[in-house]
Each structure stands twice: as structure tokens, then as C-alpha cells.
């Protein structure tokens, strides 16, 4: 008898259960899509938690650096009561990021402006060494001049050599305006026409104190240092790196060019003049650094130096620093440096002695490395050094400026005034619009005494007369700072910026960065008073740390009473006319080195609204606090007398304050109410209130780089070569003596060949 099994075939059992799908079971269930969730949520897991290892492993260690408290020593200035004693022709390279056409900070307006001053007195030779920024093409006469190679490491750590090509241009400091036509008349088609030619005279040859050579260091020939400097414009200069091209690199890069540059003027036989004193060989007097991105070039030259590369007479080495919050804090990274050493690792212990972790801190390693070190502002170097000024890692720095101050090497050097750069008097865009400020104020500007201190031990940049000033006004209006002030207030009017209400009320200006260190904080106060004393408020500014969310608040806030604006197409379009109709200008700086904003202020004839924070203190008087200058004018000392016959007004008058400052000797609310009742009293006189404008003017124009009788910035400056060259040391007597003799050889044989070259040309003509 068959046997007969109720189980199913074993093949369909499998089917049914052996598959995650079949064809009996072609829907997904909840698990199915359970299941594939879990899936994708651990591998998203497991791809988070790779690429998160890969970069923490990649991030440097942590910097620890231990605090340290250091001790206050006295504080010790240039002696000002010596002469400068370098010698006339003295050969000075600048080696900066930022001069001339290519200015961002206010390294670019230090720089360009201590040149200008250094090469109009004649006194010294000065030179630039920058880089070849790719905008600055075909704005130029450019011109090649040498070519040279540096070396630089690749991942394997070989050396590769990189050539680059430095190139050569002049910059004109004051350019002129360009000819215009002349209108001659000429026979055409039998008829007398008059035609437009320009004129037929050469142009004029522009006197070599008012052009500063200028050296632009190249990019190189290979990937990525052929990509350097590239940037559209002068705002992105530090910001526009191309791919794979840090900026580490970049300055490390310019940092090595511009040395071997240094290094070839220093020591190329073949560049010297013909003609040249036969006294002189081929050297460099001073090699100025400007700015933390330059300073390793200290550490290179000194290192050339000991090598005895750089010449019988090798260059003496100044640093100065500019912004020292920022240029403390401006570091390296290891890697980057041996990238570019021609030695294969970090082994010596000055640059060990500045390394935290894997980050080298190059303010320091210049600071060492260099004969003198300046820091931009008297008060804040003083500040600094006896311990009043608190600054964020300063122990990294400390111990350098500590060092050279006992030394005598670390000097605090106030900034002045360039009346070139932006003048009112002379500046084309408010000459062609009629907007200039009248010649006849600036010469009875001229005729009054400096108001520059001359004490050798006084920090004060501007010193009170006990005199009285006696302003000889002119009778015409159109002579009146004031009366521009009033045009350039109607211009905005006409370009929509202010309202015609807008023409009664004062204006205050900020131009600035956006910046917590700049005060910006305080903007949102300020406006309250601005407002209460029916003040319109104008701010032009760059963005930077501070929110700008916030300033964008304050004007939709106040709109018909703040107006705020940073682009830099609205910065380059409205700040020179927003500075001539300025009435005053808000500076609430929480530290500054100078102050440039307030110095310009009040050359365009505007008070300041300041906190006199750190360098501002120099040369800002603040308003006296007698409440009588609020309630009538007789009180105060300051008297109007007229010409019996013209009726011209001739103004006496005590009065040098300047400022409104807040903080420490006063409230910000107090400032601007004292600064709104100065300017409503001084509206009912218009010779008051051109006395004001005035004395503003004479307090800037007192803080000139060259003040007289060597007096000001540019003379410390040679006072600190002068400390600074005698710090040089030369090479051994016989090889001075050698080389010497050499030139003078060269020299006497080229001269002689030139010579018997003039006699062979003479006989043949003859």
C-alpha cells in the first residue's frame, strides 16, 4: 500500500521562507522599511564618525600657553633734543604689504605717508618692495627689472626652485592734473576753425622728491605660487587666495622673495651707476619692516647676515608694529615655515623659543631679530611697557619688548597727518563740483604758530598757547570754510542722501571698520542722543566682528535720523563728501594707536566725539566744563571786532579745545549735548563759527609728519636709523678693505672704457 505525506514539497517551504522576497510576497512591510532606515542611519553613523576622526586627528594640538605676570619698567623715550645724523642719501627700503594704490589699513596709510614725508625732505633715498597685486596691471608704467629664484620644499620634502621676476614702477606721491586743451585756430577747407590740441610743450619731469621707486615682487613660475596676489581690487588683498594656496604660503612667500630681493640689491656689482660716488658700494642702508607679515624677513636677513651674504656692509633691520592686538596674535603654522626654510626642520632655538604647539608666533621672532623695534603710538608703547596696557597673549610678545625696551631698542612713534592724500583744498572731486575748501583759510592757517609740543618729555602731540590766536577773516563768504561745509551739505541734498530739513541739523560722521575695538557698540547709545539733540547721524564702514544685522536695526530704528552704509562702492562715493560736510566726527575707539580717523576729522574743520582712548589723548583737547559757554557768549573769551570802514570781521580768541570727550572725564551723554550747544551758539555767528571751523583745521594741520626744525614722526624715524645703524656690524676689516678696492677698480675701468669710447667717437666724427 502507497504512503502518502501531508508536508508540503521541501522546494516550497524554502521559497516561502528561504528569500527575504519572492513572488508570493511582492509588498514591502513596516520591517522592510525598518530595516533599510536602520540601515541607512548606521552607515550615515559610520561615515560621520570616519570623517570626524579624519579631522580632529588632522586639527593642530591645542596651544597652552602659561600666563605669566611680567614687571612694569620706566618707559624710555627717543631723546628728541638730538639731531638726526644719517647720512644725506641714505638708502631706506620699505618692505610692506599695503602702499600707495594698494592700501586697506592703516599700514598702507602709515607707510605711503612716512615715505612721502622721508623723500620730500631730500634727506634719504627712500625705496618700496611690495607685492605685484594682479589689479595694479596696465594702472601703471610697469617695468621689468631682475630675475630670481627661491626654493621651496614639496610634500616629499625636496627642495624645487621657483622662479619669480621682480618689476619696477615710480608712484607719483602728488601727481599732476593732467594738461588740458588749448584752442588754437587753424585754416580747414579755406576756412578759420578753431581746434582743441593739447598742448605742444613736453610735460615737465616729475623731481625725484615727489616719486618713490616702487619694487613688486612677482609670482612664481610654478603651481600654486603662480596664482599669488591675485585680487581684483584693493580690498582683497588678504582675503582673495586662489585653491590650495593658504595665505601662510603666501606670506611666507613674499617673505622669502622680498629677502632674496634685499639680498641682491645688497650685493649685485652690476646695478651701481656708472657715475656713482666712487665712495659708495652696492648696499642698503635700512631694511623697514611694516607689519607681522613681514617679520620672519628679519629672521632671514639676520641669518644672511651671519652667512655673510649680504655684502661688506649689510642693511640694519627696523620692525615696526601697527595694530599690535592683531599682530601679537598673527602666527604660522610649523609646517608652513619648514615649507619654505632652506634647512630641512626647525632645529635652532630662536624660533623654538617662539613656537607654541605647531603655531610660530612671527611678531616676536621679528621683534628679536631686528635691530630696533617701533610700535605705532607713544602712548600705547608707554602703556605697554610699564605695564598699564593688558594685552590678549601677551606672553608671547612680552618678553621681546620687555628686552628691547631695557635695551633702548622699543620706542613708541605717534603717526601725522598726510595733507596729500585727502585734502579739502585740493581734492579734484570736491574742486570740480565747487566743494573745496578756499585757499585764503588755509593761508591764514599757514601764518598761525604750530600748536606742536617741542617738550622732549611731554607725550602731548599739541601743546595750548597761553596766547591769544587773532583770525583776520576775509569779506567774502565764498573765503569761508564754512561756506563749503554748507555746499557740500547741499550736494547730499541734491543726491538724495540728506533731506533739505537735514541742512539746519548737525551732522556727525563715523568712517570706520565695524569693529568692537572700534566702539561700534556704542552706536546704539550714541543714536539716543543723537536723536534727543536733533542730530543726523551718518555711518560708513567696512564690515567686521560687529553684527551688522544690528547697525541695519538702528537705522530702520531711526530712519530719518541714521543712515548707515557698508559697501565699499557707498564708501568710495560718499565719503569725501560726507567728511567736508561733516560737523563733527564720533570716534569712540576703545583703544587706538593714533587715531587717523579723528586727525582727518578735524582737518576737514569737524570737532570730536571721542573717548581719547590711547593715542587719541595726544593731540585731542577736550571742551572746558564751564556752563557759562552754554548761556551767553560774553562770557567767554572770545571776541569779535570789525573794521569801522569794511566791517570785516576780525576774530580773538583763547579757545583751543577740539574734543568732546566721554568716559573717563565724562558721560557720552554730556559730550553730545555740550557738542549740539556749541554748534547751535556758534550758528548765530558766522565769524564764530568760521573761528571753529579754523581752529579745527590748525590742530590737524599741527600734527604734519614733518613739523619743523626736526620735529615730528619722520625726524624720530631718523633718529631710530640712527640708533639702529649704529647697532650694524660689518664684516672683517681685510674683506671691507677688499671689496672696496674692487668696486673702486670696477668703477675706474668702466670709466676709463666710457672714455676711450667718447675719444674713439670724436676722432671718427672728426
Known amino acids: 500500500m502507497p504512503v ?58 591645542a596651544v597652552r600657553i602659561a600666563l605669566r605676570q611680567y614687571p612694569a619698567i620706566p618707559y624710555k623715550h627717543l631723546d628728541t633734543s638730538i639731531p638726526v645724523n644719517t647720512q644725506t642719501g641714505s638708502t631706506i627700503y620699505h618692505v610692506t604689504k599695503e602702499f600707495g594704490p594698494a592700501m586697506m589699513s592703516s599700514i598702507g596709510v602709515t607707510v605711503t605717508a612716512l615715505a612721502a614725508a622721508q623723500q620730500k625732505s631730500g634727506h634719504d633715498d627712500v625705496r618700496i618692495v611690495m607685492p605685484y597685486y594682479s589689479f595694479l596691471k596696465n594702472k601703471y608704467e610697469i617695468e621689468k627689472y631682475a630675475d630670481l629664484i627661491i626654493d621651496v620644499r614639496d610634500k616629499k620634502k625636496r627642495q624645487i626652485p621657483i622662479e619669480f621676476r621682480v618689476w619696477r614702477m615710480d608712484y607719483v606721491f602728488d601727481p599732476p592734473a593732467p594738461p588740458s586743451n588749448i584752442t588754437v585756430w587753424k585754416v580747414i577747407d579755406g576756412v578759420n576753425t578753431s581746434v582743441s590740441e593739447l598742448p605742444s610743450d613736453p610735460p615737465k619731469p616729475i623731481p625725484r622728491t615727489e616719486r618713490v621707486p616702487v619694487y613688486l615682487i612677482g609670482p612664481g613660475n610654478r603651481r600654486p605660487f603662480s596664482q599669488v596676489f591675485r585680487a581684483r581690487n584693493a580690498l582683497q588683498i588678504y582675503t582673495n587666495n586662489a585653491q590650495g594656496l593658504p595665505t601662510e604660503w603666501q606670506d611666507q612667500f613674499f617673505s622669502k622673495a622680498a629677502a632674496a630681493f634685499l639680498t641682491h640689491q645688497a650685493t649685485a656689482k652690476d646695478e651701481e651707476p656708472l657715475f656713482a660716488p666712487i665712495r659708495l658700494a652696492p648696499h642698503i642702508d635700512i631694511v623697514h619692516l611694516h607689519g607681522a607679515s613681514t617679520a620672519y624677513i628679519a629672521k632671514t636677513l639676520h641669518d644672511k647676515r651671519e652667512a655673510n651674504q649680504l655684502g661688506s656692509k649689510p642693511p640694519a633691520v627696523v620692525y615696526t608694529i601697527h595694530d599690535y592686538k592683531d599682530e601679537l596674535q598673527y602666527t604660522n603654522s610649523v609646517a ?48 605697554l611697557v610699564e605695564g598699564r596696557l593688558q594685552v590678549y597673549l601677551q606672553e608671547v610678545g612680552m618678553e621681546s619688548v620687555l628686552k628691547k625696551a631695557q635695551d633702548r631698542r622699543f620706542f613708541g612713534i605717534s603717526n601725522g597727518v598726510d595733507f596729500n592724500q585727502l585734502n579739502p583744498f585740493s581734492d579734484p572731486r570736491l574742486v570740480t563740483r565747487k566743494l573745496g575748501f578756499p585757499e585764503y583759510s588755509l593761508d591764514i592757517i599757514r601764518r598761525q604758530p604750530s600748536l606742536a609740543s617741542t617738550a622732549p618729555d611731554d607725550p602731548k602731540a599739541l601743546a595750548v598757547p597761553e596766547v591769544r590766536t587773532v583770525w583776520p577773516l576775509s569779506g567774502a563768504m565764498n573765503d569761508y570754510i564754512t561756506t563749503s561745509k554748507d555746499r557740500a551739505k547741499r550736494f547730499l541734498v541734491r543726491r538724495s542722501l540728506l533731506k533739505e530739513e537735514d541742512l539746519q541739523r548737525p551732522l556727525v560722521l563715523y568712517i570706520g ?57 557707498q564708501q568710495r562715493r560718499w565719503s569725501i563728501f560726507c567728511r567736508a560736510a561733516a560737523d563733527f566726527v564720533f570716534v569712540p575707539s576703545l583703544t587706538e594707536n593714533f587715531g587717523l580717523m579723528a586727525a582727518e576729522g578735524l582737518w576737514f574743520g569737524s570737532a570730536v ?9 595726544e593731540y585731542l583737547i577736550d571742551r572746558p566744563a564751564e556752563e557759562t559757554w552754554s548761556v551767553a557768549e560774553p562770557e567767554r573769551d572770545i571776541h569779535i571786532i570789525r573794521d569801522k570802514a569794511t566791517r570785516v570781521p576780525t576774530v580773538t580768541s583763547s579757545e ?20 549740539a550747544a556749541d554748534y547751535t551758539r556758534n550758528n548765530a555767528s558766522k565769524s564764530l563759527r568760521e573761528e571753529y571751523a579754523l581752529r579745527m583745521i590748525r590742530s590737524s594741520y599741527s600734527l604734519g609728519w614733518n613739523r619743523g626744525h626736526q620735529d615730528g614722526p619722520v625726524h624720530d624715524y631718523g633718529r631710530v636709523y640712527d640708533i639702529a645703524l649704529t647697532d650694524r656690524r660689518f664684516t672683517s676689516l681685510s674683506r671691507h678693505e677688499v671689496v672696496e678696492e674692487e668696486a673702486l677698480l670696477r668703477r675706474l675701468s668702466r670709466q676709463r672704457q666710457q672714455n676711450f669710447h667718447q675719444i674713439d667717437y670724436y676722432a671718427i666724427n672728426l
Open 609 to 617: 566725539i571721542s573717548t581719547g582712548a590711547g593715542g587719541l589723548g
Open 513 to 569: 571698520q565695524f569693529q568692537y575695538d572700534k566702539g561700534v557698540e556704542m552706536f546704539e547709545k550714541a543714536a539716543e542722543h543723537f536723536v534727543k539733540n536733533n542730530m543726523i547721524f551718518v555711518a560708513i564702514g567696512q564690515p567686521g566682528d560687529y553684527p551688522l544685522e544690528r547697525l541695519e536695526s538702528l537705522q530702520e530704528k531711526y530712519p530719518d535720523d541714521v543712515i548707515i552704509m557698508s559697501q565699499a562702492a
Open 656 to 675: 583751543y579745545y577740539n574734543a568732546y570727550l566721554f568716559g573717563a572725564t565724562g558721560s557720552l551723554e554730556d559730550a553730545i549735548r555740550d557738542a
Open 336 to 383: 608652513s615655515i619648514q615649507k619654505f626654510l632652506d634647512e630641512p626642520a626647525i632645529d635652532d632655538l630662536p624660533i623654538q623659543r617662539h613656537t607654541r604647539g605647531n603655531r610660530v608666533f612671527l611678531t616676536s621672532v621679528g621683534m628679536d631679530h631686528a635691530s630696533v623695534v617701533t610700535m605705532v603710538g607713544r602712548t600705547m608703547a608707554s602703556d
Open 4 to 61: 502518502t505525506s501531508n508536508k508540503a514539497p521541501l522546494s516550497w517551504k524554502l521559497g516561502r521562507a528561504g528569500t527575504f522576497f519572492s513572488r508570493y510576497d511582492r509588498k514591502w512591510r513596516w520591517w522592510h522599511y525598518l530595516m533599510l532606515l536602520i540601515f541607512v542611519f548606521g552607515s550615515f553613523q559610520l561615515v560621520a564618525l570616519i570623517t570626524g576622526y579624519r579631522i580632529l586627528h588632522g586639527q593642530p594640538a
